[in-house]
């Protein structure tokens, strides 16, 4: 995860539809960014790896239930491209599957190297992925939330910490 420090480290969140976790993901980390003044040196953004909801809004439920925790969802769905991988610093899956195909649509081995696990990044819960919560009721959306939470509370810390990508900016 190199970064240049005048350009912003790019981090791309995938899930299955990009209607649920990924969305999340990214408005609970940009809240995070800002929270740290980090704003100028990341970039956020999310996708899919099914495009069958492209520019839709991420799903009701996941927007009511991450208002809730003062995150507002404004993002439009769409799928991964083979550009992600070249424009993004960093690509996170959020459960295997998601990163098995992930690895799948990398044009090469440097930029498959790019594609981490979200909870890799996690702080204090012990779970192994972020459940689609799409067919659940409220308690899969609010464990979700708790979920992303920590893991993008790691990630940022991953950023920051000496040597980081963010370290030299």
Same mark, same amino acid.
């Given at each position: 995860m190199e970064q240049n420090p005048k350009k912003p480290y790019r981090i791309l969140f995938v899930c299955l539809g990009n209607i649920c976790r990924s969305p999340a993901a990214e408005g609970i980390m940009r809240q995070l960014v800002a929270d740290a003044g980090q704003e100028?040196?990341?970039?956020? /953004?999310? !996708?899919?790896?099914? &495009?069958?909801? !492209? &520019?839709?809004?991420? /799903? !009701?439920?996941?927007?009511?239930? !991450?208002?809730?925790? &003062?995150?507002?969802?404004?993002?439009?769905?769409?799928?991964?491209?083979? /550009?992600d991988f070249w424009a993004f610093d960093c690509i996170v899956g959020m459960d295997d599957m998601n990163v098995a195909n992930l690895r799948r649509l990398a044009p090469d081995v440097e930029t498959e190297r790019k594609v981490v696990r979200m909870t890799d990044f996690s702080l204090r819960l012990s779970v192994d992925h972020v459940p689609d919560p799409y067919y659940s009721g409220s308690d899969g959306f609010e464990q979700v939330l708790d979920i992303l939470e920590d893991a993008c509370a790691g990630l940022l810390q991953h950023l920051l910490a000496p040597g980081g990508p963010l370290s030299r900016i």
């Open positions: 100028q040196a990341v970039c956020l /953004d999310s !996708a899919g790896t099914y &495009g069958g909801h !492209a &520019g839709e809004l991420p /799903d !009701a439920r996941m927007r009511a239930h !991450a208002a809730r925790r &003062g995150y507002r969802l404004t993002h439009r769905s769409r799928p991964v491209t083979t /550009d």
